[in-house]
């Protein structure tokens, strides 16, 4: 897995403006014609997200309910090289996959990582890569350093994410060195576990760099929650990948062209460093590439 070199510092720092610049990004007839005639006959793909997951994807406020974010900027430029519109639908994060299985959608983007267990019913076109992260409260220090240090503590995690599998996996292993095990407590929206921590519900909350670091830096120098920077989780990396429907037969390989396209033009970068995220690209888009289950 070959990571796009960058001279910005990694990380999310603050609130981007809304969308990215898609200008100049034009069609591919060749790649365009790689698409399932279904498609291409009715121009457009349906794709299922989960608004508030920042920066992938938000609400533009709570009065406007338009879709933007790095999902959504990146989906409108595929669309563009592909020739087609991308019509984001809302869906609870658990429902998006079983969404693509039973032809809701064509595709998934939403911040999801590509797993050899995903992989089983729905392909993936990979495009980033993250580091799992630890958000603890600046009140009270617990002093968590690796997973181990979590047994016998309350760790929040997203309902239907593979942070809950990865939890699982910790707590054998703290049962295993006779230690409690880690209590897990799930929240529907991310946002949710960041409110528990904060009240004490929870002692610790689990997901990625950006969206642990776009969260704890849009509260202010004076919020509750930090990173915790000395937490080791080992050399764990997240492959993020557009999920895509396998009865759509010469769609991933299309969007995988796109990609490739948005690439040589500098788009991809464009977009992915206006989210604050141009240290977490790829070199090359594989489909199906992940070899290791992780976060979200």
């Keep these: 897995m070959a990571l796009l070199a960058s001279g910005c510092a990694g990380g999310v720092t603050g609130q981007a403006p809304a969308s ?13 014609a790689l698409l399932p005639d279904a498609i291409r006959n009715s121009g457009r793909v349906v794709v299922g997200t989960n ?3 920042p920066p992938f994807e938000s609400f533009r406020s709570e009065s406007d309910q338009e879709f933007i974010g790095l999902d959504i900027d990146l989906g409108k430029a595929v669309g563009k090289v592909l020739g087609i519109d991308f019509d984001f639908r809302q869906q609870p ?13 064509d595709l998934v983007m939403a ?7 995903r992989q089983k019913v729905i392909d993936f076109v990979d495009y980033g890569v993250l580091v799992p992260a ?16 979590l047994c016998g503590h309350r760790v929040g995690g997203q309902t ?19 230690k409690p095990g880690i209590e897990l407590q799930t929240y529907p929206i991310f946002s949710q576990s960041l409110l528990a921590l904060s009240s004490g519900k929870v002692d610790a909350v689990i997901s990625n ?7 704890v830096e849009r509260q202010g120098a004076n919020g509750p929650l930090e990173i915790e920077k000395k937490f080791d989780f080992g050399a764990k990396r997240d492959i993020l990948g557009i999920g895509v429907s396998k009865k759509r037969q010469g769609l991933a390989g299309a ?12 788009s991809y970068r464009r977009i992915l460093g206006h989210y604050g995220m141009a240290d977490y690209g790829l070199n090359d888009y594989a489909i199906n590439g992940a070899s290791k289950r992780r976060q979200r």
């Design 20 to 32: 990215a610049d898609l200008s100049g990004i034009s069609e591919d007839a060749r790649l365009h």
């Design 134 to 149: 630890l958000v603890v409260s600046k009140k009270k220090a617990m002093g968590f350093r690796d997973t181990m240090s």
């Design 209 to 215: 760099s950006a969206l642990s670091g776009y969260s």
């Design 255 to 266: 969007i995988q062209g796109a990609l490739r396209r948005l690439k040589a033009d500098g």
């Design 93 to 105: 994060f658990d429902g998006l996959i079983p969404g693509v299985q039973a032809a809701k959608y």
């Design 111 to 117: 911040g999801m990582v590509d797993t050899p267990d």
């Design 160 to 178: 239907g994410t593979t942070t809950v599998d990865d939890i699982a996996e910790d707590t054998r292993a703290c049962a295993a060195a006779g």
């Design 51 to 53: 608004a508030p997951y």
